[in-house]
């Protein structure tokens, strides 16, 4: 399994975009980039997932480089609500494979 | 929305009792897996489960630990002999596909919190 290295915590203004970035330098072929979120006391929760270039869906933005050795997960105009641990996660598909979680970026959103 | 439900949310035990977390995951999802995360730490890999056997296992998932889908919808963890380390929040999660790559997104539950005294 590929090795993920992010920023351990991140403060941000509420109104802002954030971009956390997360180093995968042994990413395989086959390895897909998937983020996910979690509040306290909850489960974490899918975010956003991708190959390559670029993927935007209702709540983020996920950039990744041609060589996809990083990625980068934008959040654009943060709120309060959006403080929480953030994972970045490289996996293959496969039959009945674990996602394996990091430490994951803590991000506080301040007012 | 569809979603993961757990119960109990909060069980409190002694040492060495046996304790069953339950699970309903989503009905149409065929891959289920336990996590746990005890305070403060990163979520761990526990088990997956397909077609009525496991997976895969971690090293965290051993005798102690079993799993079951005992009748289709239900998906239970249960632990014998609980030690004070068992003390966490044990997430179950599914997905319609293999929970990895581009096609399989984990959903998990809010959790059950077990705490071993």
């Known amino acids: 399994l590929a090795k993920t290295t992010q920023p351990i915590s991140m403060d941000s203004y509420e109104g802002q975009e954030v971009n956390i970035t997360c180093s995968h330098n042994?990413?395989?072929?086959?390895?897909?980039i998937t983020w996910y979120q979690q509040f306290p006391s909850q489960g974490p929760r899918f975010i956003i997932q991708?190959?390559?270039t670029k993927v935007t869906n209702e709540v983020a933005s996920l950039f990744i480089p041609a060589d996809r050795k990083s990625s980068t997960l934008s959040l654009p105009r943060v709120s309060l609500s959006d403080t929480a641990v953030y994972y970045c996660l490289v996996s293959y598909m496969e039959y009945g494979n674990k996602l394996v979680f990091g430490a994951g970026t803590i991000l506080r959103v301040k007012s | 929305e569809p979603e993961v439900t757990q119960t109990p949310s909060h069980q409190v035990t002694q040492m060495g009792q046996e304790v069953i977390l339950r699970c309903v995951p989503i009905s149409n999802h065929l891959y289920f897996y336990w996590y746990r995360q005890i305070l403060g730490q990163k979520v761990e890999f526990l088990v997956s489960f397909y077609n009525n056997e496991i997976s895969e296992k971690s090293e965290i998932f051993d005798d102690q630990f079993s799993v079951e889908r005992p009748d289709g919808s239900n998906f239970t963890l249960k632990i014998r002999s609980t030690k004070l380390e068992d003390s966490a929040m044990y997430f179950c999660a599914s997905s319609a596909r293999p929970g990895q790559g581009g096609t399989g997104e984990l959903f998990f539950g809010e959790g059950s919190r077990l705490t071993v005294l």
């Open positions: 042994n990413i395989a072929t086959n390895d897909y």
């Open positions: 991708g190959y390559k």
